[in-house]
């Protein structure tokens, strides 16, 4: 603790405290706030954990029981309304937890602990990939999910690189449809409190941290303070390119893939692997698409100027009458 | 159709095959943009385990999609230069065109709201999704039924 400490003060002038509401109005040139985690400063006091909940409860879920009977069987029910204390990993009712990593760093071991919540994507799979458009993407970056519409079809956790958001059976939309055969509830997962942000007040989590462990702001801005803190203190940052690019960037002192190897991961407990840009590849396929009309075109203009250059402009003529 | 149905060349047998066999994985993989096919052990079929593979099962979509796109330029052009004096059009036919058209033009929305930083309104996401889907299917029950009465494309004129 006094060494995590100690590494923070060292580079205090250089990581700002939280900048305060108005640093929310400045996202950066492309309309993007992001969130800067300095794990040194955190001493998991789980303020964080409880100020999210606060916040979000009326956004948690009160399911109906019982549940409708799923089709077919191996469709399983999702019930975390029994369990809400749970706050050791993200849940429908816990949307944000501390991680905890033992490390060494200079021949000591060192507990580190770092909060740990979706991470808003710059370009979210869950968004982009929802069949239905219940996964938002607000002009600010943040990233949410619409109860009223979320059908908890559960595809936003499989196309998401950590697994974040997690279900709850028996609450939606699903239930006025088909509740036995399409839908299985809602997905739910932090919204970067949208709604306090819009009203100019900071997340819950940021508000709360008495060791100003978040700063939030520009994503640029976030992103160079980020390279600041880690040029530093010879440290690492997490987050700016992983997945294409997050608005959750974290500064760590040891390299991420130590600090993944010594922290538990799995089903809501995000790992801090590297993650290629899960969006990437069908997009530069779409790139193929603006040349296909062009090469189709190029074919049809191409048979006809052969034909013709047979003597055949209007091409074979079995063929034209077999269309 | 009283018409006598003539013998396809080499060349539109294999457009036909060609677009056939796209709409088939296009539909397939379109489909399986929802979770159904895991759910309703579609995925359990062995060979078939890719198909609960969103992000597989998208950049097929895309690369089908490109293959459609070329597809129905090129005859579109070819229809132009080479049948529009010896062939017309039937209803079924320009129903067809103008599904397939529906289709394309709201897949490319899909498509380009997927880039980064792009933004659409929820009202427009959630309406095209659901258009790109209804155009799917009543695209797909136009062809068979069309298959089923044997209504083609265009007829000698």
């Not at chain 1, 794990?39 to 006091?45: E, V």
């Not at chain 1, 109860?147 to 559960?154: E, F, M």
């Not at chain 1, 003597?311 to 091409?315: F, K, N, R, S």
């Given at each position: 603790m006094f060494l995590k400490g100690g590494l923070a003060a060292a580079v205090g002038a250089v990581a700002t405290?939280?900048?305060?509401?108005?640093?929310?109005?400045?996202?950066?040139d492309r309309g993007y706030v992001a969130t800067l985690i300095d794990?040194?400063?955190?001493?998991?006091?789980e303020a964080c954990v409880q100020a999210c909940r606060e916040a979000s409860t009326s956004k948690f879920p009160e399911p109906q029981k019982p549940f409708p009977k799923m089709y077919?069987?191996?469709?399983k029910v999702s019930d975390w309304s029994e369990k809400r204390?749970?706050?050791d990993r993200l849940t429908p009712y816990n949307w944000l937890f501390i991680q905890h990593a033992t490390v060494r760093i200079n021949g000591e071991d060192i507990d580190l602990t770092l909060p740990r919540r979706c991470m808003h994507c710059v370009n979210p799979p869950c968004v982009k990939l929802c069949p239905w458009g219940s996964a938002k993407q607000l002009e600010n970056g943040i990233s949410r999910i619409d109860?009223?519409?979320?059908?908890?079809?559960?595809k936003c956790k499989n196309v998401c690189p950590w697994d974040v958001p997690q279900r709850q059976t028996g609450v939606g939309l699903y239930l006025d449809l088909l509740p036995s055969l399409a839908g299985n509830g809602v997905m739910y997962k932090c919204d970067r409190c949208y709604d306090r942000i819009a009203r100019g007040e900071l997340p819950a989590c940021i508000e709360a941290c008495p060791e100003e462990v978040q700063t939030i702001g520009p994503r640029q801005d976030i992103i160079a303070k980020a390279h600041v803190i880690a040029k530093e203190i010879g440290g690492y940052v997490y987050g700016e390119n992983e997945n294409g690019g997050t608005n959750t960037i974290y500064v760590s002192p040891v390299p991420f893939e130590e600090l993944n190897q010594a922290t538990t991961t799995g089903d809501g407990r995000p790992h801090l692997k590297p993650v290629h840009d899960a969006m990437a590849d069908a997009n530069h396929l779409a790139a193929a698409m603006v040349i296909a009309p062009v090469a189709g075109l190029a074919t049809a203009a191409a048979r006809f100027l052969i034909n013709r250059s047979k003597?055949?402009?209007?091409?074979n003529q079995e063929e034209a009458k077999n269309v | 159709m009283s018409e006598q149905k003539p013998r396809a060349t080499a060349h539109a047998r294999w457009v036909k095959i060609l677009y056939i066999l796209t709409l088939f994985f296009m539909a397939l993989t379109g489909f399986g943009q929802m979770p159904i096919y895991n759910r309703y052990y579609m995925s359990d079929i062995p060979g078939l385990g890719w198909l609960a593979n969103f992000y597989i099962t998208r950049n097929i979509h895309y690369i089908g999609a490109v293959i459609l796109l070329g597809l129905a330029f090129y005859t579109a052009l070819d229809f132009i230069l080479t049948k529009r004096q010896q062939v017309t059009l039937t209803a079924s036919g320009w129903l067809r065109a103008g599904l397939l058209s529906a289709i394309v033009l709201s897949g490319a929305l899909i498509v380009i709201k997927n880039f980064p930083y792009v933004h659409f309104s929820d009202g427009v996401i959630i309406g095209v999704d659901l258009f790109h889907l209804a155009a799917v299917m009543a695209f797909l029950m136009t062809m068979l039924v069309c298959r089923i009465a044997k209504k083609k494309w265009a007829v000698a004129t």
């Open positions: 405290a939280v900048p305060g509401a108005q640093a929310l109005a400045a996202a950066d794990i040194r400063k955190c001493i998991g006091c077919p069987s191996r469709v204390d749970v706050d109860p009223d519409i979320c059908l908890g079809g559960s003597g055949e402009p209007h091409g | -």
